[in-house]
């Protein structure tokens, strides 16, 4: 990865998180290490549990305040935020990794717990050799201007809306 693009997986439907997390799992099994900085969730979910099995390649550090944020953000969700952005960027800038993933960064811009001249800042920090994907509906319009790829993820359908429940018992 001699350039280390900027990639962003947006719109309205699921498995954006997937897209990025398949990203991550080939970067991996490539010998490359992954850095993700979850925004917005919160908690021991299963994909947390599937790459603590991969933990010599794949770190994960979850920075949001485990509620949604919907309306005014509280304090809380501010300084989750930053903190977040912060321990990614320096995780970007230690040479340690070859992929930074800034899970449902797009939301916390939408959200207002993130400016868009922070994650400015953060992309134009960005080595060469360094992957940086963003998820999450919408994004920074600078951050989009600048990207090298734009995936956007339309629902077609949703189990849900049809009161089907999950098939699986997965979600997302």
């Known amino acids: 990865m001699e350039k280390g693009y900027i990639q962003v997986y947006t719109g ?45 390649r794949i770190a994960v550090e979850q920075f949001g305040t485990g509620c949604s944020v919907r309306g005014k953000p509280d304090p809380a969700d501010f300084e989750a935020a930053r903190k977040g952005l912060a321990a990614a960027r320096q995780a970007m800038l230690s040479g340690g990794y070859d992929m930074v993933v800034l899970e449902e960064a797009n ?25 940086l994907v963003l998820t999450g509906r919408g994004g920074a319009p600078a951050v989009l201007e600048r990207a090298d790829l734009i995936t956007e993820i339309k629902l077609v359908r949703h189990y849900f809306e049809q009161g089907v429940g999950t098939r699986t018992g997965i979600e997302s």
Request: aromatic residues 6%; glycine residues 8%.
């Open 12 to 56: 309205n439907g699921k498995q954006k998180i997937t897209a990025a997390l398949g990203l991550a799992l080939r970067a991996a099994g490539s010998g490359l290490r992954v850095y993700i900085a979850k925004f917005m969730e919160k908690g021991h979910c299963s994909e947390i549990r599937a790459l603590e099995r991969l933990s010599d």
């Open 107 to 131: 939301v916390a811009y939408e959200s207002k717990i993130i400016s868009e001249q922070d994650l400015m800042d953060f992309v134009s920090a960005k080595p060469d050799g360094v992957e």
